[in-house]
Each structure stands twice: as structure tokens, then as C-alpha cells.
């Protein structure tokens, strides 16, 4: 069974510092691996896909990485402004098992607070 | 751009009522995910459709059932609602279900059980 780990559980930073949020994945048979960011009692506003195949993505000042033998994600977050502030979460989308494709296995979730 | 709808966007009911959540995806996409997050906690996958068969089941209780339709919209029926119903319900589609598909999230219905 796929498990989905996030560090750290909460984050405060200052306005403009570079902060990097981890994701770990116990079964790198995966086919993707997807950053979501979350508002309070919001939906979920896709951020980043990276496929099994890539080793990362980038989207403005956003970078996320992916190392699948070692079952590892980490989004990189430059320049932080206060409109960042948010709950991160990382899901993957397992290739084990043939019936459970498709689906998402989600982390806890970084709560992360940009101050000015 | 068009994005996934849900409807209703709040829902209130009594223990032991019945729900029904519908989802209407984007245009062209073809498959339908259901997920349930609790308070506090990480979205969990319930159900999922694919070309309007079910293609993959998650941990959906007995007590919910759910269908895609020829238009591809799908619906989450909840019978005999607890108190422990009371989430936030998502669903999410994507083109496919391969290696680059993205799953994209609509607002969620908040569901809350007196």
C-alpha cells in the first residue's frame, strides 16, 4: 500500500526567503507525482505534474524535482511572498497493482505561513 | 477555461437522510475521481470512473454509490448519513488516467451532518 509522507508538517518563513517542502513515497512504482496548493476550506489548484520519467518540473517560481528510486519529491519555492501561504500537498499516482492506476494517494500536507 | 463544476457547493442533511453530489467535469475528459478529506485530514480517493465504468474503488462505504453518465457527469449518492459523513467531497478529472495526465479539482461540496 502506497504512504505518503510530508515534512515539515507546518512552516512559517519571512516574506522573500527560498523554502523547500519534502514529499516522500514508500512505492516508487508510480506513474506521477502531482503539488497541489490548497486555501483553507478550498479546493485544490494543481501546481506541478511530473511523470515518472522526468526528474522535474518548473513553473515560475516554482521548481519541483522528483527521484523515484529513492521515493522523493521536493517543491522548491523561490522569492516567498505572503500570498504563498498555504497548505502544500503532494500525491502520487501508484502504477502498482493494475486496478489501483488512476487514483491519487495524497501527504498530510505542509501548512506553509509567508509573513511580511 | 472551463473547469470542474460541483454542485451543490454546501449541503446540509440529518443523520440518516440521503445526498446526492454531482460532478460535471471538463469538457472532453473522460474520466471522473471522487475523493473525501475529513478536517484536518488529506483527501482520501473513494471511487473513480472511466468512460462511465468504474475503474477503480477506493474506500467507499457500503452506504455510498456513485455513476458516471452518457454526458460523463457523475454522481455521488449517500444513503443513511453519520455524523462522521461530515467532509468535503471532490471530485476531479483528467483526459485519461496515464503517466501525464493531470487531475484537475473542482471546488468540492461541503457536506456537514447534524
Known amino acids: 500500500k502506497q504512504e505518503v509522507t510530508q515534512i515539515p508538517a507546518a512552516l512559517s518563513v519571512p516574506e522573500g526567503e527560498n523554502l523547500v517542502l519534502n514529499c516522500s513515497f514508500t512505492d516508487s512504482a508510480i506513474y506521477n507525482l502531482q503539488w497541489f496548493r490548497q486555501d483553507p476550506g478550498k479546493g485544490l489548484t494543481s501546481l506541478l505534474l511530473?511523470?515518472?520519467?522526468?526528474r522535474e518540473q518548473t513553473s515560475g517560481r516554482l521548481n519541483a524535482s522528483l527521484d523515484k528510486s529513492s521515493g522523493r519529491s521536493t517543491l522548491y519555492i523561490a522569492a516567498s511572498q505572503p500570498g504563498d501561504s498555504a497548505t502544500y500537498l503532494c500525491?502520487?499516482?501508484?502504477?502498482?497493482?493494475?486496478?489501483?492506476?488512476?487514483?491519487?494517494?495524497f501527504g498530510q500536507g505542509t501548512i506553509l505561513t509567508v509573513h511580511p | 477555461a472551463a473547469g470542474v463544476i460541483q454542485s451543490p457547493r454546501h449541503l446540509i442533511k440529518e443523520k440518516r437522510e440521503t445526498a446526492t453530489l454531482k460532478c460535471y467535469p471538463i469538457?472532453?475528459?473522460?474520466?471522473v475521481y471522487w475523493y473525501q478529506q475529513g478536517p484536518g485530514q488529506d483527501p482520501q480517493f473513494l471511487i473513480s470512473f472511466y468512460e462511465k465504468m468504474q475503474s477503480d474503488k477506493g474506500s467507499i462505504p457500503d452506504r455510498f454509490s456513485a455513476q458516471q453518465f452518457s454526458d460523463y457527469h457523475s454522481e455521488l449518492n449517500m444513503s443513511s448519513l453519520e455524523l462522521g459523513d461530515s467532509a468535503l467531497y471532490f471530485c476531479?478529472?483528467?483526459?485519461?488516467?496515464?503517466?501525464?495526465?493531470?487531475?484537475?479539482f473542482g471546488p468540492g461540496t461541503r457536506l456537514t451532518v447534524l
Open positions: 469538457p472532453r475528459h473522460d474520466t
Open positions: 476531479a478529472s483528467s483526459l485519461g488516467s496515464g503517466a501525464g495526465d493531470t487531475q484537475y
Open positions: 511530473i511523470q515518472s520519467s522526468q
Open positions: 500525491a502520487v499516482k501508484s502504477a502498482a497493482g493494475g486496478t489501483s492506476y488512476g487514483k491519487l494517494t
